[in-house]
């Protein structure tokens, strides 16, 4: 199938979700985008979608990788099953925008939205780009129907006004997670919270990444505690056990009882490792394929705008089943030898059966290891042989720099 890089919402609406085996999860519902000040067009935040027992639950677009007119299909079978709540600072497109009267900017004239208009940027972010309005007519007719650039139109933007957060982050949303962090240490402390407060899960998570931990605490902490779990939910999932591991044992074990158990897990895991090993450094998500999977398919996994370049570098074949800890690794293959062969091959027939990593390997032994193969991922294979993790050279240097690295390079 291909990706559409733009779509109507109206038109998405009921279209049926698939995980990445085939199976219906769901159907959209409607989509959720975060309004922005003056004309920046709305950043699409993600989709709600309808489950079981008419269950609406809110999927990310990292996790869409394929929109078409016929379907939407998702990077992974693993949901977070939590109903649905909007935040602050989050609109429903369907809901909300639709019907809602605003100005044609050339003519002054007023007009109703009647559709919007989604598009994919080249970063693989989507936001919401266009709108098709309608004017009044007379008499009972229908009007003339435009469809207008997000900016040719007035009456739906943020107000400029007020010390609210939303201006600040405006500001921000052309800057990647680590810019952000460093902003956010200039601020004082009660701005750096309502910054927070106000961005989205998935935004947060990211920057929260990029700080050093005391401030990765300090905002955990002003979070209530069921947004915290939210934003736990989301983050790495070895990000997330390191942040973890710095509460107490009672934070730490109520947060983990508030996250989605299939989210939670993960999670729970990595923390019984210690932190200066394979295990206690990797991250639980790399790309994992079945043995029947194609180079074609390998190659799709990898373009995913969540993964780390590091994390894209190689893919993982094991035995069923995909999520870690996984049936028996098999090898993996680099993507440098996958472009090299036809799509339609294996991958399990370009495995480099190379040695892997231990869970319980110590730092220097892993460093070491990354020298000697010129790697910049590794898989991590239990006693068992199942594949539970991949050590990413960013996680090894993050272990290897001074503690307060972070606040060094904010201060050149």
């Not at 929109?67 to 977070?80: E, I």
């Not at 730490?252 to 932190?275: G, T």
Request: net charge negative.
């Amino acid at each position: 199938m291909t990706t559409a890089t733009r779509a109507y919402v109206s038109r998405l609406a009921g279209l049926p979700v698939f995980d990445p085996n085939g199976d219906r999860v769901g159907k959209v519902r409607d989509v959720v985008v975060a309004l922005r000040v003056g004309t920046a067009a709305p950043r699409v935040l993600g989709l709600v979608v309808e489950v079981v027992a008419r269950r609406r639950i809110f999927v990310p677009m990292g996790r869409v990788t394929t929109l078409d007119p016929g379907s939407v299909v998702l990077s992974t079978g693993t949901l977070n099953l939590k109903r649905f709540e909007q935040r602050r600072g989050e609109t429903l497109v369907l809901g909300e925008l639709l019907d809602r009267r605003v100005q044609v900017a050339e003519s002054g004239r007023p007009a109703t939205v009647v559709d919007a208009g989604i598009e994919q940027t080249r970063t693989g972010d989507w936001v919401l780009s266009r709108l098709a309005v309608q004017e009044p007519g007379r008499l009972g007719r229908r009007g003339q129907l435009h469809q207008l650039a997000w900016d040719e139109v007035t009456g739906l933007a943020l107000p400029q006004t007020g010390q609210g957060a939303e201006t600040l982050i405006a500001t921000y949303r052309e800057l990647n997670a680590a810019d952000v962090a460093h902003a956010l240490q200039d601020l004082p402390i009660k701005r750096r919270h309502e910054v927070a407060e106000a961005l989205d899960d998935e935004r947060l998570a990211d920057v929260l990444g990029e700080l050093p931990e005391a401030d990765q605490i300090t905002i955990l902490g002003t979070l209530e505690e069921k947004r915290a779990a939210d934003v736990l939910e989301v983050m790495d999932p070895d990000d997330a056990a390191d942040l973890l591991a710095e509460l107490s044992n009672v934070d730490r074990n109520r947060l983990l009882e508030l996250m989605e158990p299939d989210e939670a897990e993960p999670v729970r895991q990595l923390l019984k490792y210690s932190e200066d090993t394979a295990g206690g450094i990797m991250t639980s998500e790399p790309v994992i394929l079945t043995p029947d999977a194609t180079i074609a398919e390998a190659l799709a996994r990898v373009r995913e705008p969540a993964l780390s370049p590091a994390l894209a570098s190689q893919v993982y074949v094991c035995r069923p089943p995909s999520a870690t800890p996984t049936g028996r690794y098999l090898g993996l293959a680099h993507i440098q030898g996958l472009l090299r062969e036809p799509p339609s091959t294996l991958v399990s027939g370009v495995l480099d059966d190379l040695e892997p990593l231990r869970p319980e390997a110590p730092l220097a032994e892993v460093t070491q290891y990354f020298a000697t193969y010129n790697l910049v991922a590794a898989p991590v294979v239990d006693a068992q042989g199942r594949l539970v993790g991949a050590v990413s050279v960013d996680d090894v240097l993050d272990h290897l720099l001074p503690e307060n690295w972070r606040e060094r390079a904010r201060r050149g």
